[in-house]
């Protein structure tokens, strides 16, 4: 069998990662699978690995954009 062409590129991964970065998260592993969706793993901003909690990291960033619109 030959090789399939990938569904995504290299600037689709840059994208994602630095839009993830860009909200203030730590990227620390990318996940691409075979049907093409990105996984960004992200790590607490103590450089720790994040743990499950009740707050997504969504809501962590709106609070932060809320936070910050207050300034």
Do not use: E
Request: glycine fraction near 10%; include cysteine; aromatic fraction near 6%.
């Amino acid at each position: 069998m030959g090789k399939q062409k990938s569904c995504f590129t290299v600037s689709d991964v840059k994208r994602a990662v630095a839009a993830v970065s860009g909200s203030g998260l730590t990227v620390f592993g990318v996940t691409i699978s075979n049907d093409g969706s990105i996984r960004i793993d992200t790590a607490a901003n103590d450089g720790g690995r994040a743990t499950d909690s009740a707050t997504s990291s969504f809501d962590q960033w709106k609070s932060k954009r809320a936070a910050s619109d207050d300034d």
